[in-house]
């Protein structure tokens, strides 16, 4: 019987990291037009699209854990 481990290790739960961003307003507008289009938040779009051109540059860390799902967390019971 083979021996009992730890089994698979996992990452602990990471903040996201917040970031001041600055932007023309008209880029920003453009960008929560095609957010929107996609139906995803300005900030979900900046993050996909960010995770995007990493990956195409092969910059993307291997660690980077997958996009967080659409929607709210998911929270407690509901009231």
């Known amino acids: 019987m083979p021996p009992e481990g730890p089994g698979p290790r996992r990452r602990p739960q990471q903040q ?3 970031v001041l961003l600055r932007l023309d307003p ?3 507008e453009a960008l ?6 996609e139906l995803r ?3 979900a779009q900046i993050e996909f699209l960010l995770r995007k051109a990493l990956a195409e540059a092969g ?8 996009l967080p799902r ?3 967390p998911p929270g407690g019971p509901e009231q």
């Open 16 to 18: 996201r990291k917040q």
């Open 26 to 28: 008209a880029v920003y």
């Open 32 to 37: 929560a037009r095609w957010a929107g289009d």
């Open 41 to 43: 938040s300005a900030n």
């Open 59 to 66: 910059r993307l860390p291997r660690e980077t854990g997958p």
């Open 70 to 72: 659409r929607g709210r």
